[in-house]
């Protein structure tokens, strides 16, 4: 505030009038003295430094003329309680600059009533008004995008209380944010670790599976002032991908029943084979039990082998047909390799000979029926793509080894027509095939590489029209108890 002194009766200072006159030319602030005529009686230069305009230019103007047009009623209203000598709050409003520009001023100012004087510092706060409406809009645009985002978002103090919510953080949680704020995060967020996701427990009582992620807040100088806290609601998820998974499911059992359509043939004559010779068996052995003869229990052992065939082969049916969720486990590869030999073999022995190229594998972590479903299918798509009639000079190959990653390698090479170079990269689509109409869905190599996948596993294929094709099975090896493959 500008020192009150006395003036001359034209409004000029006096010799004593703002203590230093020095003082009052070169301070930065704005020091104005103004008349109750409504004219500037004194300036000092930071006036003209900052509106532009020159001293004699803004004191031969009534200064109302220089305020913005919505700032001159307020301007007015304070001028009349300092004209009776009140005191008023400090006033903002803006002059126009010369460039027809505003500036913004924050106001302190006393009067002398008996002189008709208003004294008077004025702050330029243009700097700091701009400042706050940057940061209103910033506040605005992050109100209404936390308000219109899909996901729930809950913002904490550096003592972990909740400093505020936005409404899907509400719905979720089952607490407004005028209620929550002010409490401890892991009142209002509560967490149960159930399945494969946390769940929160709303405030009913409400389980919803949830993702979520939390950030930490820092001030400038690195201090955590706070978190983030965003997490949205996966119920939509979880049922998406159950009934996924349950449509995955029926499709790998359809994939089944459509080669047991092509394999039923085959595998009644595997079945009927060995159940015609042990029941002849069995009834010359009944007809030779009474007469001693000796041949009898060479006709026993025969019935034996024929009965432990048909036992395998029931057993393979019953686990590729197994139409359960997946389950995972330990397992050698060779036996399961065998079971798929044993159902395959019909399609397989008028077409080509079958060469075992067995090396030491390691065990897999797999589901044992779906790896069953996986080498039939290569199996008999390796014998379909051989001509019938030329066994000798054919041969589907069977070839096992760990490679350099630990990991068992199963292939399966057969010597048929191959697959075009052009067909190639679609041979994993659903529904695509080369066979001819009725022959093949498209599904059975779809089916395969997506078991495989699941298994953590890979299925890859080289072919060549006229050169055969090499189908390879990469499965990673089973972790040991002490962690190791």
């Not at 955590?224 to 159950?242: H, I, P, Y």
């Not at 041949?295 to 026993?300: I, L, N, S, T």
Request: glycine share 8%; proline share 5%.
């Amino acid at each position: 505030m500008v020192e009150q002194s006395s003036r001359d009766s034209d409004g000029a200072p006096g010799d004593r009038d703002f203590g230093d006159a020095e003082f009052f030319e070169m301070s930065l602030d704005h020091l104005c003295v103004a008349g109750f005529d409504g004219y500037w009686k004194r300036l000092n230069p930071s006036w003209t430094r900052t509106l532009g305009w020159t001293i004699e230019e803004l004191m031969s103007r009534p200064l109302i003329e220089f305020c913005h047009p919505d700032d001159r009623a307020a301007v007015l209203d304070a001028r009349s309680l300092l004209f009776v000598g009140l005191p008023i709050a400090p006033p903002r409003n803006r002059y126009r600059c010369k460039d027809g520009s505003y500036r913004w001023f924050e106001w302190r100012s006393v009067s002398n009533v008996e002189r008709q004087l208003v004294y008077a510092i004025a702050r330029d706060i243009t700097a700091d008004k701009e400042a706050e409406r940057v940061r209103q809009e910033l506040t605005e645009s992050l109100e209404a995008t936390l308000n219109s985002i899909a996901e729930g978002v809950i913002s904490t103090r550096a003592d972990s209380t909740v400093a505020r919510m936005n409404p899907i953080a509400e719905r979720l949680t089952g607490w407004t944010s005028a209620e929550a704020v002010g409490k401890p995060l892991d009142e209002i967020f509560r967490l149960l670790e159930e399945g494969s996701h946390p769940h929160l427990v709303a405030r009913d009582g409400t389980k919803l599976p949830i993702a979520f992620s939390r950030s930490p807040l820092k001030t400038a100088e690195g201090n955590v002032s706070g978190a983030v806290l965003v997490f949205r609601d996966m119920t939509a998820e979880k049922q998406a991908r159950e009934a996924q998974e349950r449509m995955q499911r029926q499709l790998i059992l359809a994939d089944r029943l459509a080669s047991l359509g092509t394999l039923a043939a085959g595998i009644a004559h595997e079945i009927n084979n060995p159940l015609a010779y042990v029941l002849a068996n069995l009834e010359l052995l009944v007809g030779q039990i009474e007469s001693g003869d000796a041949d009898r229990v060479q006709m026993a052992r025969e019935a034996l082998e024929g009965g432990e065939r048909i036992r395998k082969i029931v057993r393979s049916l019953k686990t590729f047909c197994r139409a359960e969720e997946e389950r995972r486990s330990v397992i050698e590869v060779r036996p399961v390799i065998e079971q798929s030999i044993n159902m395959a073999m019909n399609e397989i022995r008028h077409r080509a000979r079958l060469v075992k190229d067995y090396l030491p594998i390691p065990r897999v972590d797999a589901d044992e029926s779906r790896l069953v479903q996986v080498f039939v299918n290569l199996l008999v798509n390796a014998a379909q793509a051989i001509p019938e009639g030329n066994t000798e000079n054919n041969e589907i190959r069977i070839v096992t080894f760990t490679n350099e990653a630990g990991q068992a390698v199963i292939e399966i090479h057969d010597t048929g027509e191959g697959i075009p170079e052009t067909a190639m990269p679609r041979i994993f689509d659903p529904f695509f095939t080369t066979k001819p109409i009725g022959v093949g869905t498209g599904l059975g190599l779809s089916i395969c590489h997506g078991i495989v996948s699941g298994m953590d596993g890979k299925l890859t294929a080289e072919s060549g029209a006229g050169r055969g094709t090499v189908l390879r099975v990469v499965l990673p090896a089973a972790a040991t108890p002490n962690g190791g493959p």
